[in-house]
T-cell receptor
Framework: RKEVEQDPGPFNVPEGATVAFNCTYS??????FFWYRQDCRKEPKLLMS???SGNEDGRFTAQLNRASQYISLLIRDSKLSDSATYLC??????????FGDGTTLTVKP | DVKVTQSSRYLVKRTGEKVFLECVQD?????MFWYRQDPGLGLRLIYF???????EKGDIPEGYSVSREKKERFSLILESASTNQTSMYLC????????????FGPGTRLTVT
């Protein structure tokens, strides 16, 4: 079993749709969690951090469920420009980072 | 502005060659990372370093070594390149240990023939 697993893609949604991705992790000692966005042939870039209390940034909401060991990303009112691969990353307290394989989102007109 | 640079965007090497991939960051970050990214396998951590001359193995260190002689520079070394090391290599840095934003370089597409 992988340490970090993401919903298999691809997700194909129309503009304006709401879409949610999940990411589960197996190490209960994991400390920090983030979502990254990676455009085709580009490097990953931070989308948002994930806090126990939840985190909202405009149309994007990230949540952490420690009891069930997963994080989620919700995108409301999808735009064409949201098309990308979304990667979750989990850190242990030793500083080791593990990325999920990514979920590909395509938003269609 | 944050910047991580990698020495080459594209590199072609022959099997058995020694390969050096260089990464430099200008943000005075403590931590640096090397990943490889392959279709269907995602980003996999090869090595990371949380201080000068310190290194820790990631998930797939076999066939690789690293060097961090200066804070701003982290090198990945393939002692004897093999075709299964053909991949996209990404370097990243972050401010502190324990989880903080990683800034990635543009990547090096290495092909081993």
């Amino acid at each position: 079993r992988k340490e970090v697993e993401q919903d298999p893609g691809p997700f194909n949604v129309p503009e304006g749709a709401t879409v949610a991705f999940n990411c589960t992790y197996s190490n209960s000692a994991s400390q920090s969690f983030f979502w990254y966005r990676q455009d085709c042939r580009k490097e990953p870039k931070l989308l948002m951090s994930v806090y126990s209390s939840g985190n909202e940034d405009g149309r994007f909401t990230a949540q952490l469920n420690r009891a069930s060991q997963y994080i989620s990303l919700l995108i409301r009112d999808s735009k064409l420009s949201d098309s990308a691969t979304y990667l979750c990353v989990v850190y242990t307290n030793a500083g080791k980072s593990t990325f999920g394989d990514g979920t590909t989102l395509t938003v269609k007109p | 502005d944050v910047k991580v640079t990698q020495s080459s965007r594209y590199l072609v090497k022959r099997t058995g060659e020694k390969v050096f991939l260089e990464c430099v960051q200008d943000m005075d970050h403590e931590n640096m990372f090397w990943y490889r990214q392959d279709p269907g396998l995602g980003l996999r951590l090869i090595y990371f370093s949380y201080d000068v001359k310190m290194k820790e193995k990631g998930d797939i260190p076999e066939g690789y070594s690293v060097s961090r002689e200066k804070k701003e520079r982290f090198s990945l070394i393939l002692e004897s390149a093999s075709t299964n090391q053909t991949s996209m290599y990404l370097c990243a840095s972050s401010l502190r240990t324990g989880g903080s934003e990683q800034y990635f370089g543009p990547g090096t597409r290495l092909t081993v023939t």
